[in-house]
């Protein structure tokens, strides 16, 4: 079996996801910025092999969370094989500034440098719907 091969059964085993979390309130920009590096650190640690897209918004709640009425919500969209979840899920559990995690099984491939675009500081797909994450599967 030639190098070639090996590779593309390594890329048939990476699936595409993305981790969504609600983050305390209470903590500040600085505070975000240093979690979506430590989150872009840990995954990658774990396997990710691309991450495309890193968003972070701040929402109002339809119920309370944690006695809050708001948070900021932050969305990471990557490559991975099918473990990291697991993985990730185990090594975030106990974190104080994470009210809330999921990670959703993606349908489509990420976008390539042409297609993405950055509006008002954050990236997104070219025709795609920053709100939703319609299609989606929950894992």
Known sequence: MSCWSDLNKKEEKLKNYEL???????????????????????LKTHGAATIWDIRAERRTFAYPIRKHREGTYLFIRFQAPPDLPEK??????????????????????????????????????????????EGAKHE
């Open 88 to 133: 990730v899920r185990q090594d975030l559990r106990h974190r104080e500034e994470i009210m809330r995690l999921a990670f959703f099984a993606l349908p489509h491939t990420p976008a390539t440098a042409s297609s993405v675009s950055t509006v008002n500081g954050t990236t997104a797909q070219s025709g795609e719907d920053t709100t939703s994450s």
């Open 20 to 42: 969504t979390l609600i983050i305390d309130p209470n903590n500040n920009e600085k505070d975000i910025q240093r979690l979506q590096e430590e989150l872009s650190n840990l």
